[in-house]
């Protein structure tokens, strides 16, 4: 609330600053729980509870696990009181940080990281093409989960002041709706040199990154 006139209003948070607010509580809750229990249940749940696209539920192996968690009518129930919750001011880069997060923790950083990069090889086919700003927080997000899994993070740390600046790179410069056409003739294809040049350009965005900087040691 803020005070306006002596009175107080109700002003809701948005973007950015409501996933700030929704991983802090998430840490917070997760803190209480085990320590082998509380980095994963973390990430599930905010692989879950910030995602308004059934993301995780649509993975196969997955969906039995998030039914378990929350039911269709709970689910219905907690989207409408969502709001917008953002990374860098994108709803789907949200949904794609918070889900590559929780797939590092029970795949690994490799194998989640070449999973996702090829569903967006895949878009690049697709009308609206691919799009460099998802693949930079599929990556972002899957070096997060790692980091909290290794407890390079710890759950009162993010808590206490979790931000997405400090673990997401900026993505407004990077490229949007690039077609396969475009891809091949720029960067080949996946396994090419200069592909995997701009992939690391783009993990070297987030480790220069205020989250990362701090636990360099590690």
Do not use: C
């Not at 649509?58 to 696990?65: A, D, E, H, Y």
Request: aromatic share 6%; net charge neutral; glycine share 8%.
């Amino acid at each position: 609330t803020v005070k306006i006139e002596g009175s107080k209003i109700a002003v809701r948070r948005e973007g950015d600053a409501l996933t700030n607010y929704y991983v802090r509580e998430a840490a917070r809750v997760a803190k209480g729980l085990s320590e082998e229990e509380a980095p994963q249940a973390f990430l599930l749940g905010t692989a879950i509870g910030l995602d308004d696209s059934n993301a995780l539920a649509s993975i196969p192996s997955l969906t039995k696990l998030v039914s378990a968690i929350e039911q269709p009518s709970e689910r219905a129930i907690r989207v409408a009181m969502l709001g917008k919750p953002t990374v860098r001011n994108r709803l789907d880069a949200s949904v794609h940080f918070f889900a590559a997060a929780f797939l590092a923790s029970v795949s690994g950083v490799d194998v989640t990281e070449s999973g996702l990069l090829d569903l967006s090889l895949q878009q690049a086919r697709q009308p609206g093409g691919m799009s460099f700003k998802v693949i930079a927080a599929d990556r972002a997000g899957s070096r997060f989960g790692r980091s909290v899994m290794e407890r390079r993070f710890s759950l009162p740390q993010l808590a206490a002041g979790f931000d997405v600046a400090a673990f997401v790179p900026d993505l407004d410069s990077l490229p949007d709706g690039v077609t396969a056409k475009d891809f091949a003739n720029q960067y080949g294809d996946k396994g090419d040199p200069r592909f995997e040049k701009k992939l690391r350009e783009l993990d070297d965005r987030t480790l220069l990154l205020p989250g990362y900087r701090q636990t360099a040691s590690g």
